[in-house]
C-alpha cells in the first residue's frame, strides 16, 4: 500500500511539473506543433535514464524512493497519451508531415535522451 502512496506524490508532482514545462514551451515556441510534449517526452526521458543508471547504479536510491521518482514522477510527467493524442489531431488535420515530424522527433529524441543520460552516469561512475 506504501508504494500506490509514494507512486500518487510522485505523479502530482511530475504531472504538475508536466502541465508547467509543456506551457511555457508553447508559449516559447506555438507554431502549431506539439513541441511542449516533445520537450517533456526528452526531459522525462532523460531524467528517468538517469535516475536509473546513475543514482540506481550507485545504491543511492532507496526501492522507495525509485519507486516514487521512476514510476510516480517520471510516469507522471511524461506524456505518451497526450503525444498520441496530439498526433492523432495532426492526422485529422491532414498535417501528414507534422505528424509523421512528431512521432520521429519523440521516439528519436527519446531514445537519445535516454542514451546520453547513460553515457553520463558511465562517466560519472568511472571518476
Do not use: H
Request: aromatic share 18%.
Amino acid at each position: 500500500m506504501q508504494n500506490y502512496f509514494l507512486v500518487a506524490v510522485g505523479a502530482a508532482f511530475g504531472g504538475t511539473l508536466r502541465y508547467w514545462v509543456g506551457g511555457v514551451t508553447q508559449k516559447i515556441l506555438p507554431f502549431g506543433f506539439p513541441y511542449g510534449t516533445l520537450v517533456v517526452n526528452v526531459l522525462g526521458s532523460f531524467i528517468l535514464g538517469f535516475l536509473i543508471y546513475y543514482f540506481d547504479a550507485k545504491r543511492l536510491l532507496s526501492p522507495e524512493l525509485r519507486v516514487m521518482l521512476a514510476v510516480g514522477f517520471c510516469g507522471g510527467f511524461t506524456t505518451f497519451s497526450s503525444f498520441s493524442f496530439e498526433t492523432m489531431n495532426l492526422l485529422r488535420d491532414s498535417e501528414y508531415f507534422l505528424a509523421a515530424l512528431n512521432v520521429g522527433l519523440n521516439i528519436f529524441l527519446t531514445l537519445l535522451a535516454v542514451f546520453l543520460s547513460y553515457i553520463l552516469a558511465k562517466t560519472l561512475n568511472a571518476g
